[in-house]
């Protein structure tokens, strides 16, 4: 009977798991004040961590201009910047919000800087590692590489686990607030764009 009783909590617990929605999280927009995921539901959402000192920096510009092109049939992109790859997002969240503003005219919505790995990881980081792992680095390219190159020195199995692995890796979620994809920095924008497309269908 023990073990029944024990069986059943931990299937409970389990459920609770795998109910829990992006809409229960909350995060701090650009002045620290809360806000709940929930005031997106019905929205198809696109949520990156991001760096203004990156070799995929770039990447702004294309976000924008896909931002520019689905806003009105629903799309959002989120954007956490994120210090913790080769700190390559100094400076206070005005500074970020100033940069992004002044060098890619970006309008989605900035939030508060955030760890993606580690002890304080953002617990919405930690939601989405749960559902979608690590897609691997495009070896074609050669930011990609060079990338698959430095961690497998570090760790010969780094590919092997779910954690942020750089600066504007992309998660997409449904209207439904279900998590669809997860795509490395070094994914083409094209497929992103391509993705984005069908969610909003």
């Known amino acids: 009977m ?4 024990l069986f059943l909590v931990a299937a409970t617990m389990m459920m609770g798991v795998s109910a829990q929605s992006i809409y229960d999280f909350e995060v701090n927009d650009v002045a620290g004040k809360p806000v709940s995921l ?3 539901k019905g929205k198809v959402l696109l949520i990156v961590n991001t760096a203004t000192e990156c070799g995929f920096t770039p990447q702004y510009k294309e976000l924008e201009s896909i931002y520019e092109r689905y806003r009105e049939k629903g799309l959002e992109i989120l954007d956490f910047p994120c210090n913790q790859f080769g700190g390559q997002a100094p400076g206070t969240i005005q500074e970020i919000q100033e940069f992004c503003s002044a060098n890619f005219d970006v ?26 792992g ?14 698959d190159n430095m961690m497998r ?18 998660f997409l979620v449904s209207r439904e ?10 994914a083409d924008m094209k497929d992103v764009e391509s993705a984005i ?5």
């Open 2 to 5: 023990k073990k029944i009783a």
């Open 197 to 201: 497309k069908e969610a909003l269908q």
């Open 153 to 170: 020195k570090n760790d010969p199995a780094y590919d092997k686990n779910p954690d942020i692995k750089w600066n504007f890796t992309k």
């Open 177 to 186: 607030g279900k998590v669809l994809k997860r795509f490395e920095p070094t």
């Open 107 to 132: 309008h989605f919505p900035l939030f508060d800087k955030v760890d993606v790995n580690g002890d304080d990881q953002s617990p919405l980081f930690k939601f989405f590692k749960s559902k979608k």
């Open 38 to 40: 929930s005031e997106y």
């Open 134 to 147: 690590f897609e691997g680095f495009d070896l074609n390219d050669r930011l990609g590489k060079a990338l």
